[in-house]
């Protein structure tokens, strides 16, 4: 029996109405970007009237469908797509009308997935009203559009083809330095304290000229608009306690967090400004050191931890350690010595910090050996080599900041202070030879220095130390 010839197939014009090689449909995108339209255009606006400040609650169904297009956004195809659609002007049109917080984040996130493709990130970066509007959002007081803004402008940073435009353009708005300070101050949200803090450490890292615009935007009234049309004045913001509060937040939640924010400090330290900013706050930069002692005499790097732990605290230990250093040698400089009689001086417990700069020096003794170890078993292995030889530079960056502070500070210690040390532990056979061994040749003059002031507090030690370096005996 004959049979009626079957309908033409489907996949034809299932295959035009696909996204790229996605199975994304063009007809679905398209509506939901007509529908956005619809959120933002007069017909739909006029006839509601909000009280200035209520927020519009987002349809149930119209979220699931934005959400979607955010997850697809992360593919190219469909980036591209909506970048053909207008999609950012849609965007910027919705951040001007639109009182919904979470449809504004849904938008910015949108916008953050498709600025990784750099195509498309040159051009929503040359987009100077779009540009002005996205900085516009770190003023929001909405958490979650703050963290999509962001994550936007890390990416955007991250790129070497535009990087520059952004940090022109943040340079000539002063309301950012005024918004994220205030972030940085006030949120108690880790997540986005984290990624305010990898905008501004990348911000610092590319341009040293708006690194000391922010350092001196402390010392003058804040030239920034008010946030929301509020009638109160922006506090003056200043750098460093902005940044100190936010490291309190994220240290014991998100080591990564701390180990960002412990680099923005070191950034400000490679500049004299930075330096005295931090150095001549209010309290003369005592926050800061008690900060950083703690850190390093109480939770890093702790005798109960196994050696190895150095090699995961390295980076940060290394930025602690440089800030540490340039205070030292800065207040070193201004009268130290009339300093450390007062009771408010901050280097009052020097031992401690000697005895963990000590601790981290034997740490790292184990790890090289370590490493030595794992470069002979893996000799045929690149991967594993470039591996080792990776964090044998880290931890060498590490060393050499260690050897720099604990010799400026074994250069400063007194008798009393020397007594102190041997009394609590600090100092014995074990560490000051360790201490020797790291620091000889390159900081004789600071061994041979604290040799003498040991020499007065304990006669035996110093004379077996002589014994173990000949080399100091030879100059006593």
Same mark, same amino acid.
């Given at each position: 029996?004959?049979?009626?010839?079957?309908?033409?197939?489907?996949?034809?014009?299932?295959?035009?109405?696909?996204?790229?090689?996605?199975?994304?449909?063009?007809?679905?995108?398209?509506?939901?970007?007509?529908?956005?339209?619809?959120?933002?255009? @007069?017909?739909? !606006? /006029?006839?509601? %009237?909000?009280?200035?400040?209520?927020?519009?609650?987002?349809?149930?169904?119209?979220?699931?469908?934005?959400?979607?297009?955010?997850?697809m956004s992360m593919d190219e195809d469909v980036a591209l797509f909506l970048q053909e659609f207008n999609a950012p002007d849609i965007f910027m049109g919705i951040?001007?009308?639109?009182?919904? @917080?979470?449809? !504004? /984040?849904?938008? %910015?996130?949108?916008?953050g997935n498709m600025a990784c493709f750099q195509d498309i990130c040159m051009s929503i970066s040359k987009d100077e009203n779009l540009g002005q509007v996205l900085l516009q959002r770190l003023c929001d007081t909405d958490s979650p559009t703050l963290l999509e803004t962001s994550r936007l402008l890390l990416t955007c940073l991250s790129q070497p083809e535009v990087a520059n435009i952004w940090v022109e353009r943040i340079r000539e708005n002063p309301s950012v330095y005024d918004c994220v300070c205030f972030i940085m101050s006030s949120s108690t949200n880790v997540e986005l304290l984290v990624k305010v803090g990898e905008v501004v450490d990348k911000l610092f890292d590319l341009d040293e000229e708006l690194m000391l615009n922010w350092i001196k935007n402390g010392t003058c009234p804040s030239v920034g608009p008010s946030v929301d049309d509020s009638p109160e004045e922006i506090p003056d913001f200043k750098i460093v306690p902005c940044i100190l509060e936010a490291a309190k937040q994220v240290r014991s939640d998100?080591?990564?967090?701390?180990?960002?924010?412990?680099?923005?400090?070191?950034?400000?330290?490679?500049?004299?400004?930075?330096?005295?900013?931090?150095?001549?706050?209010p309290d003369g930069g005592k926050e800061t050191w008690s900060l950083l002692y703690d850190l390093v005499c109480h939770e890093l790097c702790q005798p109960d931890d196994p050696p190895i732990i150095v090699q995961e605290q390295k980076t940060v230990l290394a930025s602690i350690l440089s800030v540490l250093s340039a205070m030292f040698a800065s207040q070193t400089e201004q009268e130290y010595t009339k300093m450390r009689k007062s009771k408010l001086c901050f280097f009052f417990l020097d031992m401690p910090l000697i005895g963990s700069l000590i601790r981290i020096l034997q740490y790292m003794e184990g790890c090289g050996k370590r490493a030595g170890d794992s470069s002979k078993e893996s000799e045929q292995e690149e991967t594993g080599t470039a591996d080792v030889n990776d964090e044998d530079f880290h931890l060498k960056i590490l060393k050499d900041i260690c050897c720099e502070l604990l010799s400026n500070m074994?250069?400063?210690?007194?008798?009393?202070?020397?007594?102190?040390?041997?009394?609590?532990?600090?100092?014995?056979?074990?560490?000051?030879?360790?201490?020797f061994q790291n620091l000889l040749p390159l900081y004789f003059a600071s061994v041979e220095s604290f040799l003498e002031v040991l020499r007065e507090a304990d006669q035996t030690l110093a004379d077996n130390l002589e014994k173990r370096f000949p080399s100091l005996k030879v100059h006593s």
């Open positions: 029996m004959d049979r009626n010839p079957s309908p033409p197939s489907s996949e034809v014009e299932e295959e035009e109405d696909a996204v790229g090689n996605t199975v994304y449909s063009k007809h679905w995108l398209f509506s939901i970007l007509t529908r956005l339209i619809e959120v933002i255009s @007069p017909e739909k !606006t /006029e006839p509601i %009237v909000r009280p200035e400040g209520i927020q519009m609650e987002l349809d149930e169904e119209m979220e699931n469908d934005i959400c979607k297009v955010w997850d951040f001007a009308k639109s009182k919904c @917080p979470r449809l !504004t /984040e849904i938008c %910015v996130g949108i916008l998100n080591p990564e967090g701390l180990d960002v924010y412990m680099h923005i400090l070191q950034l400000l330290t490679t500049v004299d400004e930075g330096i005295q900013a931090i150095v001549q706050v074994l250069q400063e210690l007194t008798k009393e202070h020397t007594l102190e040390g041997l009394h609590q532990g600090h100092l014995n056979e074990q560490t000051c030879s360790c201490a």
